[in-house]
Structure formats: structure tokens, C-alpha cells
């Protein structure tokens, strides 16, 4: 993950941002966590993404399949850029149709 870090292949969402610094519970977190974050790209919630994101909604709910909303958020920001998700939460993101996801 270092690598990809120094080489701009690692980036975050804007709803990721928001998420761990809501997360923050002293400014020595807010501190650490605004430096990570100054350290990537971080991608925008954007038309693209709401179009990829809505549609995983509709897709999932009509399957009774349904994950959070910052969830499908993140989807679609990967989604309307092609780009590969990384994280834990597999079980939630791998019921999205052509998310790829990466392994940490």
C-alpha cells in the first residue's frame, strides 16, 4: 500500500474522507487523519457517480439486498470511475454489480 501511496494508484472518496473524520473523537485524531488525507487523491461524489450509485440502489433493493447509503455512495464513485475498491467490507460492496474490489 506504501507504493501505491508514493505513486498515485491509492486514492480515497469524499465520502470516505467525511467518514473518518466524523470518526475523530480528539483534534490529535482530527490532526492525523487530515495529514492522510493530505497525502491522497481524494475523488468526488459527482454526476457519475450519483448515476452508478442510484442504480445500484435501485438494483439492490429490488433483490431485498440493500447496503448503507455512504455505501452505495462509495460504489458509485468507484463505479463511475472504473476504478477498484479496497476494503474489509466485502460483504456489503461484493452485492454490487461490476465493483471490482482489490485486496488489502
Not at 470516505?16 to 492525523?32: D, I, K, M, Q, Y
Not at 481524494?42 to 455505501?71: H, N, V
Amino acid at each position: 500500500m506504501a507504493a501505491g501511496l508514493r505513486d498515485g494508484t491509492i486514492a480515497t472518496t469524499a465520502v470516505s474522507a467525511f467518514e473518518l473524520l466524523r470518526g475523530a473523537r480528539t483534534p490529535a485524531e482530527v490532526e492525523l487523519i487530515e495529514t492522510l488525507l493530505a497525502a491522497l487523491p481524494i475523488f468526488p461524489f459527482d454526476e457519475r457517480a450519483s448515476r452508478a450509485a442510484s442504480a445500484s440502489r435501485r438494483e439492490l433493493e429490488a433483490k431485498g439486498q440493500t447496503i448503507g447509503m455512504g455505501d452505495y455512495l462509495i460504489a458509485g464513485i468507484c463505479l463511475g470511475r472504473a476504478s477498484s475498491l479496497l476494503t474489509r467490507n466485502r460483504k456489503h460492496f461484493e452485492r454490487v454489480a461490476g465493483l471490482s474490489l482489490g485486496r488489502l
